[in-house]
Antibody, heavy 118, light 107 residues
Framework: QVQLVQSGAEVKKPGASVKVSCEAS????????MHWVRQAPGQGLEWLGW????????DSAQNLQGRVSMTRDTSISTAFMELSSLRSDDTAVYYC???????????WGQGTMVTVSS | YVLTQPPSVSVAPGKTARITCGGN??????VHWNQQKPGQAPVVVIY???DRPSGIPERFSGSNSGNTATLTISRVEAGDGADYYC???????????FGGGTKLTVL
């Protein structure tokens, strides 16, 4: 069954880093881009960036460049999103989503709650 | 690139709901629609303007022309109540853009 399974909830202090994983199953991991999206409490969806699991190439939203890093481990079909220098406004549910052409997504992970609090 | 959605739409059960997504010449882009119920991850209900993923009821349809894309839900059911987000690829800036979301309330 095609699915994306994300790591569990995290609580971090301001200034720390968090790394969220997204394990793919049921399809060829390297054949699809993986996107990352977040949703702050009560807010809409915000695109963070993508990784090409085949090449490792990435791109990210301009407002996060320098703080976000997207990587992958093809041996375990898993993508990772690491966000550094956390602030309280980084508190959100973080999702991975399988990408298709023209910016379409067809599968979403279940989400990972990241709470940044002192 | 900015996508504009109405914050809320209300519809009676059995009627037709239309949720719009406005953007400059959006008709030249592929528009995708996601449904999100409270506490759940989004689910794609329409992609490439009008294609339905497997498992999505035929009651969900999409169109896109000019400056407006529309998600239409026919014969609305109570379970269709959710937030709906439109989505496009901004090729000028190489990024995904989401609309602000529309809360569909089934009366």
């Amino acid at each position: 069954q095609v699915q994306l399974v994300q790591s569990g909830a995290e609580v971090k202090k301001p200034g720390a880093s968090v790394k969220v994983s997204c394990e793919a199953s049921g399809f060829t991991f390297t054949a699809y881009y993986m996107h990352w999206v977040r949703q702050a409490p009560g807010q809409g969806l915000e695109w963070l960036g993508w990784i090409n699991p085949y090449s490792g190439g990435t791109d990210s939203a301009q407002n996060l460049q320098g703080r976000v890093s997207m990587t992958r481990d093809t041996s375990i079909s898993t993508a990772f999103m690491e966000l550094s220098s956390l602030r309280s406004d980084d508190t959100a549910v973080y999702y991975c989503a399988r990408g298709r052409e023209e910016g379409a997504f067809d599968i979403w992970g279940q989400g990972t709650m990241v709470t940044v609090s002192s | 690139y900015v996508l504009t959605q109405p914050p809320s739409v209300s519809v009676a059960p059995g009627k037709t709901a239309r949720i719009t997504c406005g953007g400059n010449n959006i008709g030249s882009k592929s528009v995708h629609w996601n449904q999100q119920k409270p506490g759940q991850a989004p689910v794609v209900v329409i992609y490439y303007n009008s294609d339905r993923p497997s498992g999505i009821p035929e009651r969900f349809s999409g169109s896109n022309s000019g400056n407006t894309a529309t998600l239409t839900i026919s014969r609305v059911e109570a379970g269709d109540g959710a937030d709906y987000y439109c989505q496009v690829w901004d090729s000028n800036n190489d990024l995904v853009v989401f609309g602000g979301g529309t809360k569909l309330t089934v009366l």
